[in-house]
C-alpha cells in the first residue's frame, strides 16, 4: 500500500525534526503513482501534489506515528478537503446536500453524455426524494432521441413510485420543459426533475438544447452524471459541460465498479463543483450521498475493509489459518491456539480496529467487551496462558478453583481475570466457528471483495 511505501521513504526520519524538502519530494512520486493509477487526470495529480507538498514540507513530525504515516494523513486530508466541496473539512467531510429551499417547483436538472446513467439516476433521487424528505416529486424526460427513452423514464417513474409527465409524441425538448413546469405547477409538485438526451460525444447541437432548456426552466440544480469507470474521459466531458451550462453538483455513476476515485478527484478539480451522489449499482435503491472520505481511502488504497482484510491475509498464514479452523471444528480450539490468535490480532493493528470494520466480527467483539477485553489486556492473557502448564493448555476445563488460584498468582492477575480469559477462549471458539462457516479468512476476502 502507499502507507507502506512512504513508511520506506521516511525510514530514517523517525521521530524526529521536521518533514525535509527532499524526503516529501521522494514521498510525492509513491503519491503520484498512486494518485494515476487510481485514474487521477494528469493535471489535476500535478496540481494536487504541488499543494500537499507546500503544506507537508517543514512540518514537525510527530512522536506518535511514523513520518510516512504522518504523510499519508496530509495526503488523505487534503484529498478529503479537494473531494468535499463547500463545507467539507479534512475528518471526512459529509456530502453536499441538493439546495431545493426555493419557490416550488424546485427544477433539477440532470445532464451528461449517452449511457452516463441520468436516467437511472434521475429516478434513483426521485425515488430518494420522496422516501427521505417526502417530497412530491414528478419527472419529464426531454430525451427526443432515443426512441425508448421517454418509455424507460416512465417505467422506472413506476418502481419508484413517482410520478412521470405523460409522453407526447414529436414535442421537442424544450417544448417538453415548458410543459412539465406548467403541469408541475398546476399539480403543487415540489421537485421537477428533467432527464435530458445525451449524445455519444459532446457536441454543439447537444449543448445548444442543454442552455435553451435551463433558460425555460430556470433548474436551481444542475447535475452533471459521469460515468466513473470512464476515468479520463469524464473530465473532458466535465470539461465541456461545465463551460456551457450553469452546473450545481455532479453524480458519480458506476461506483460499484472497479473505479478507483481517480474520476471523482478529477471531477472536482475541474468543475470545481461538488460531487452530491454516488451511484453503486442498477437497481433504484444504489445511490448513496458522496462521502469524501470514503473515496480519499479508494485512492489511496486504504482504510476500508477491503485493505484491512489484505492486511489480515497477510499476518496470518493462510494454511495456518485453515489448519486452526480444522482442529476447531474439531472441538480442539486450545489455550496454545488461542495464544496464537491473540498475537496475530495484535499484528494486525489491534482487536478494536479488527473487530470493528469486519461485519462478520461483530460477535467477538461483543463477547470481547463483556469479558473486559482491550488491546492491553492482551499482554495480560498472554501471561496468563503462560502460567498454566502444558497440560492445562492443551486442556482448559482442567483448571479448578485450586489451579486457577495457581495460575493467576503465576501471571500476577486475579481468578477473575483468569476466568475472563477462560470465557473469551469459549465466545472465540464459537466465532471462529462461524467465520470458518463463511469459508475462513480467505471467505472472509471474498465476501468483501
Ligand atoms: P443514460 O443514457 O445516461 O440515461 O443512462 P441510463 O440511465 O439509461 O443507464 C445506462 C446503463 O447504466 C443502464 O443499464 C443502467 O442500469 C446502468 N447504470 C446506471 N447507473 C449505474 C450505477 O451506478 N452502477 C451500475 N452498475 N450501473 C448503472
Ligand atoms: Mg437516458
Given at each position: 500500500t502507499l502507507s507502506d511505501r512512504l513508511n520506506g521513504v521516511f525510514d530514517r526520519l523517525?521521530?524526529?525534526?521536521?518533514?525535509?524538502?527532499?524526503?516529501?519530494?521522494?514521498?510525492?512520486?509513491?503519491?503520484?503513482?498512486?494518485?494515476?493509477?487510481?485514474?487521477v487526470a494528469l493535471p489535476v495529480a500535478r496540481d494536487f501534489i504541488a499543494r500537499v507538498t507546500e503544506k507537508a514540507v517543514?512540518?514537525?513530525?510527530?512522536?506518535?506515528?511514523t513520518p510516512g504515516q504522518q504523510v499519508v494523513k496530509i495526503v488523505n486530508d487534503e484529498l478529503v478537503a479537494m473531494l468535499g466541496g463547500e463545507g467539507a473539512d479534512a475528518t471526512g467531510g459529509e456530502a453536499v446536500p441538493l439546495q431545493l429551499d426555493v419557490r416550488p417547483p424546485a427544477v433539477i436538472m440532470m445532464v451528461g453524455l449517452q449511457g452516463s446513467g441520468k436516467t437511472t439516476s434521475t429516478a434513483k433521487i426521485a425515488q430518494l426524494l420522496r422516501t427521505k424528505q417526502g417530497k412530491k416529486v414528478m419527472m419529464a424526460s426531454l430525451d427526443v432521441n432515443r426512441p425508448a427513452a421517454q418509455e424507460q423514464l416512465k417505467v422506472l417513474g413506476e418502481q419508484a413510485q413517482v410520478a412521470t409527465l405523460p409522453i407526447i409524441v414529436g414535442q421537442q425538448p424544450v417544448d417538453i420543459a415548458?410543459?412539465?413546469?406548467?403541469?408541475?405547477?398546476?399539480?403543487?409538485?415540489?421537485?421537477?426533475?428533467?432527464?435530458?438526451?445525451?449524445?455519444?460525444?459532446?457536441?454543439?447541437?447537444?449543448?445548444?438544447e442543454m442552455k435553451a432548456v435551463a433558460s425555460v426552466s430556470a433548474p436551481t440544480e444542475v447535475l452533471l452524471v459521469v460515468d466513473a469507470l470512464t476515468g479520463q474521459d469524464a473530465v473532458n466531458v466535465a470539461q465541456s459541460f461545465s463551460g456551457e451550462v450553469p452546473l450545481t453538483g455532479v453524480v458519480l455513476t458506476r461506483m460499484d465498479g472497479d473505479a478507483r476515485g481517480g474520476a471523482a478527484l478529477s471531477m472536482r478539480a475541474v468543475t470545481g463543483k461538488p460531487i452530491k451522489f454516488a451511484g453503486t449499482g442498477e437497481k433504484l435503491d444504489a445511490i448513496e450521498p458522496f462521502h469524501p472520505g470514503r473515496v480519499a481511502g479508494r485512492i489511496l488504497g486504504m482504510g476500508d475493509v477491503v485493505s484491512l482484510v489484505e492486511r489480515a491475509a497477510q499476518a496470518v498464514d493462510a494454511e495456518d489459518a485453515d489448519k486452526l479452523a480444522q482442529r476447531m471444528m474439531q472441538g480442539q480450539f486450545d489455550m496454545n491456539d488461542l495464544r496464537t490468535q491473540l498475537m496475530q490480532m495484535q499484528k494486525m493493528g489491534g482487536l478494536g480496529m479488527l473487530a470493528g470494520m469486519m461485519p462478520g466480527m461483530k460477535k467477538a467483539k461483543q463477547a470481547m467487551a463483556a469479558s473486559g477485553m482491550d488491546d492491553k489486556v492482551l499482554l495480560h492473557m498472554d501471561a496468563i496462558i503462560g502460567s498454566m502448564t502444558k497440560t492445562e493448555r492443551s486442556k482448559p476445563e482442567l483448571l479448578n478453583a485450586k489451579r486457577k488460584k495457581r495460575v493467576a498468582a503465576g501471571s500476577g492477575t486475579s481468578v477473575q481475570d483468569v476466568n475472563k480469559l477462560l470465557k473469551m477462549h469459549q465466545e472465540m471458539g464459537r466465532a471462529m466457528k462461524q467465520i470458518k462457516k463463511m469459508g475462513g479468512l480467505k471467505g472472509l476476502g471474498a465476501l468483501f471483495g
Open positions: 523517525r521521530g524526529r525534526g521536521a518533514l525535509g524538502e527532499a524526503d516529501v519530494r521522494e514521498a510525492m512520486r509513491e503519491v503520484r503513482v498512486a494518485l494515476l493509477e487510481a485514474d517543514g512540518q514537525q513530525v510527530l512522536k506518535s506515528v415548458r410543459r412539465a413546469l406548467e403541469s408541475a405547477k398546476l399539480q403543487a409538485v415540489d421537485v421537477l426533475m428533467l432527464d435530458t438526451a445525451g449524445r455519444l460525444h459532446v457536441d454543439e447541437a447537444l449543448m445548444a
